[in-house]
């Protein structure tokens, strides 16, 4: 699975940012999709994530409330919504592919669940 994110920028503190994330992969319907962060230095943390159907969806605490995650199956994207975003969301944002093996699988916070990832996009949020 090849995933291409894009959409980053730099911003003002308030402003917002639509991030895309596009994979050609005609089997994303069978993936959980997760966006992750990571600052240089640090290790690389989860930000959102999403179930094939979109209908269940988790989120960091830092994020909740601000960032919204969705997917178009058929357009085999996902896509994380920044709003109200402020100093401490600048970091590299990835987008990665988590294959679903099991029934009622949950969704996964751990970067090494995920099986694909995408070439991160740069978000710069100046105060």
């Known amino acids: 699975v090849q995933l291409q994110a894009f959409g980053g920028g730099l911003v003002q503190a308030g402003a917002s940012l639509k991030l895309s994330c596009a994979t050609s992969?005609?089997?994303?319907?069978?993936?959980?999709m997760g966006w992750f962060r990571q600052v240089l230095g640090k290790e690389r943390e989860f930000v959102a994530a999403?179930?094939?159907?979109?209908?269940?969806?988790l989120y960091a605490d830092p994020v909740k409330g601000r960032f919204t995650i969705s997917r178009d199956n058929a357009k085999k994207s996902v896509y994380l919504q920044m709003n109200s975003l402020k100093p401490d969301d600048t970091a590299v944002y990835y987008c990665?592919?988590?294959?679903?093996?099991?029934?009622?699988?949950?969704?996964?916070?751990?970067?090494?669940?995920?099986?694909?990832w995408g070439r991160g996009t740069q978000v710069t949020v100046s105060s």
């Open positions: 999403i179930k094939p159907t979109g209908g269940l969806t």
């Open positions: 990665a592919a988590e294959s679903i093996r099991r029934w009622k699988q949950p969704l996964a916070v751990i970067p090494s669940n995920y099986d694909y």
């Open positions: 992969e005609a089997t994303f319907r069978s993936h959980h």
